[in-house]
């Protein structure tokens, strides 16, 4: 099992990374997945230290995050040097499979990303510095997350400058539409367009038209 603390090392030359912004870990779901009385496929696998990362927010969090990693799975298969990692509140940038705990979510569940904090930001910086070293100049880190505040982006901006790009789509769109419009792209295996993150006015645009969930196969 891999060190919660420490960014694997050796990673392949990359096209795109794919950063999956973090589920929200204190929510109903979180505290049901926690509770001692938690029964269902979910609570067994972390009891018995089976749960990843990724199904792990992908259960709290719900047809958002679910949309992210559909679309990270989908076009990291299809290019070998693409892979992905995901925006933690405490551990910085971290595989899809690691294994949680529940004593990983409570930790999670205590920082509130949104405020920032040392906690959430010094870790965050510290392996997207990682990330950054083993780029080449056109490469292209990919956000699949909030775009209209800093509470990774500002961060990541300072890090990856250029590099830094998510789907123009996401401009004027909530969560839920979001979630749903990377789920039809990953169905469909049809890569969205992207755009620098570079300014602030195309992070704020007027808001897109919303996306029916059932047609994105949720």
Known sequence: MRAWNVLATGYPA?????????AYCGGRRAQALLSPRARGEMAGRLASGALTL????AFMSGLY???KLAYAHA???SESASWARVITPT????P???IVSPALIEEFASVDVASGGERFQGPLERDAWEVASRLGPCDRVVLLGSIATDKYVAILSRVF???????SAFVGRGDMSRGALLLRSAAARTELEYMPLSSAVVRR?????SINADAAGC
């Not at 990724?54 to 927010?57: G, L, M, R, S, V």
């Not at 551990?91 to 971290?94: A, H, K």
């Not at 400058?161 to 789907?167: D, G, I, K, S």
């Open 91 to 94: 551990r910085g940038l971290q």
């Open 54 to 57: 990724a199904d792990a927010f």
């Open 14 to 22: 990359a096209s795109r990374v794919f950063l999956l912004s973090p």
């Open 96 to 98: 899809l499979d690691l």
């Open 205 to 209: 645009g007027r808001r897109a038209p």
């Open 75 to 77: 076009f990291t298969a």
């Open 65 to 67: 995050f679910r949309g």
């Open 161 to 167: 400058a250029h590099r830094l790009v998510c789907p």
